[in-house]
């Protein structure tokens, strides 16, 4: 177990790699590796462990009953998934959770990590605190995926994505974490008419992309 990676994470942080050992040790955990495509938690399951992505990266999807896909959030190294129904005993998932490269997991049981005992309350307490800043994080992207999609058009709703992802960056040369169909899955839209938007906005000189990396001209800019 790498306990100086997760000393860096945002669910252990404020504990150092000894510190963590101890904790994990108390509360018991359980490793997994998956494969791409695999499915570490499928919608309708009732789970009872969050999971702390090691390497690898995983998607939260969700398939309506026609096959359409939608892409809920993508998750790297570091960051968990399925906290919230797990603190809901009996909930099943709408959701699936997606291997979308071979994935190396960490599943902490919520009981355990709720419960404080007399080995390590005091880390309970900072790991509770952590795991409620994780969620409040998720309900704001949530909140950003209705605002990307909120537009009619698809040049809209790239728009809205892009202009947040350099933001984020810092840089209007940026990569995201989605290949073109899972982006179109994001933001809820076919492939092919969001790639013929893509070549538009290219040839209009308002951006070049290549595969998951963007770069955001100019005039683009000005519009946002």
Partial sequence: MDYIFLSKTLLFRGD????????LDCLGCEQKTFKRGEAIYRSGDVVQSLGIVLSGRVQIENDDLWGNKSILDSVGPGQVFAETYACVPGEPLMVSVIAAEASEILFLNIGRVLKTCPNACQHH?????????ISA????????RIFHTSSKSIR????????????????????????????ADYLSVDRSAMSNELSKMQREGLL?????????????????
């Fill in 125 to 133: 307490s900072r790991l509770v605190s952590n795991l409620l800043t």
């Fill in 137 to 144: 994080r998720k309900n704001l992207n949530l909140s950003r």
């Fill in 16 to 23: 150092s790699p000894e510190e963590i050992k101890i904790i």
């Fill in 156 to 183: 809209g709703r790239l728009m809205s994505y892009l202009s947040f992802q350099a933001a984020r960056h810092g840089c209007f040369e940026f990569t995201i974490p989605f290949n073109r169909q899972q982006l």
């Fill in 208 to 224: 070049t992309a290549d595969k998951n990396r963007f770069c955001l001209k100019e005039d683009i800019v000005n519009s946002f």
